[in-house]
């Protein structure tokens, strides 16, 4: 060994100064420049995996909105088809009600305009027989004041009103 020590001229002295320079070197190094970066290493990734772990939750909340958005909008086409739905029944049951309504008031008119008309008509041949029975009185009185004495007259007179009524 001595003699590979002294091939390579090695100095003991000075292999060893430069042990000591190299781990106060390390040291320094150590104490001022990699353990602050693994500190700011270690509080970057913790707030990369904060970060991750937010946008994730927020994903999550993004997908839960827009299900309860979607779930929303069904609700308001189910509500708004029911709506139309009522408003075409209750349409049509308005419908119905004014067509039974209009029915209702010609058949009153119909029946009032029969009754004035069936009125009418009894009126008229009351008057034509009243007005028939006076012609006939008068000529029937005519003839007979001609023909036959008062007494049978009278007697024609009353059994011709009673046939007439």
Not at 16 to 36: D, E, H, M, S, Y
Not at 62 to 83: P, V
Not at 122 to 129: N, Q
């Amino acid at each position: 060994m001595e003699e590979l020590i002294k091939t390579f001229h090695i100095d003991w002295k000075l292999l060893i100064a430069q042990l000591v320079n190299f781990g106060i070197v390390l040291l320094v190094i150590w104490k001022f420049a990699l353990k602050p970066l693994n500190k700011v290493m270690d509080k970057r990734g913790k707030e990369i995996a904060k970060s991750l772990e937010d946008a994730r939750a927020i994903e999550a909340n993004l997908a839960k909105s827009e299900k309860e958005r979607e779930e929303r909008i069904l609700a308001a086409k189910k509500e708004a088809q029911e709506i139309i739905e009522t408003s075409r029944n209750q349409g049509k049951q308005q419908g119905q009600e004014i067509i039974e309504s209009a029915k209702r008031e010609v058949q009153t008119v119909i029946a009032a305009a029969k009754e004035q008309i069936a009125n009418e008509k009894d009126r008229m041949i009351k008057e034509i027989k009243t007005e028939v029975s006076q012609l006939v009185v008068l000529t029937t009185k005519k003839v007979l004041t001609e023909v036959l004495d008062e007494n049978l007259d009278s007697k024609m007179i009353e059994n011709s009103l009673k046939k007439i009524n």
